[in-house]
């Protein structure tokens, strides 16, 4: 079944969420409105993402990154999401890191526990994770759109 | 004194394509409590509690495009986020003309009212069902 790439639906549950937590209380929101909403949203998707891919070709790159969305939007004339859009990155950049820190911290300890077993299995495992610094934001990424 | 060497950049996820894959969904991920009913091991995209739509979703969508070759994964979730913006948006827009027909439910046709009238969803014009 070949499917038209705005067949690709967004998950009902979420986007009927993302509605009435933008509306006041005691509004409803037909089903054809709903759906209607819900495609818009996937054409914006795929808008936005050829929109990017423009910058990125322009650019000579062949991967789509975070600024060439940031300019797709401006593009788009929604100028007003850049700013929301910009700390949501800060944060889910951090997010991230912390999430690489933690799992390569936990690789090393795994690699330790395995060694040290090789040599005596009395040994406490050290499992707890050292307080990692939050270095904040060391390897800052590179505001390629400010 | 633990501090491990300071990670490499996120863009250097550059050229994995759309890290969807990545290695680290070996931690396990946090609640992200949304409505997704996607398994949350494996090789699904971990859903970060930024964002409310799925980022697997969202990429199979980006990955729609032929002209699109990789996307880094910054790039995945702003894009999810700027989805959850607009759907507020034109959710609200859409009311404004629901309220002039003095209705409490949104509708279809308020959408297409907001469509029309909004130079911002131009690009909606001719594409909805």
Known sequence: MAERPEDLNLPNAVITRIIKEALPDGVNVSKEARK????????????????????????????????????????????????????????YKKGQKGKKEASEQKRKEKKNITDENDKSRDEEEDEHMDDEQEGENEGEEEDAWS | MAATAPVAPAESELDRSGAEDEPRSAEPEEDAGNGQTGPTAGAQQQQHRLAKLPLSRIKALMKADPDVSLASQESVFI???????????????????????????????????????????????????
């Open chain 2, 79 to 129: 894009i999810a986020k700027a989805t959850e913006l607009f759907v507020e948006m034109i959710a609200k827009d859409a009311l404004v003309y629901a309220q002039q027909g003095k209705r409490k439910t949104l509708q279809r046709k308020d959408l297409d009212n907001a469509i029309e009238a909004i130079d911002e969803f131009a690009f909606l014009e001719g594409t909805l069902d």
């Open chain 1, 36 to 91: 209607a909403i819900s495609q818009a949203a996937s054409i914006f998707v795929l808008y936005a993402t050829s929109c990017a891919n423009n910058f990125a070709m322009k650019a000579k790159r062949k991967t789509l990154n975070a600024g060439d969305v940031m300019s797709a939007m401006e593009e788009m004339e929604f100028e007003r999401f850049l700013q929301p859009l910009r700390q949501a990155l800060e944060a």
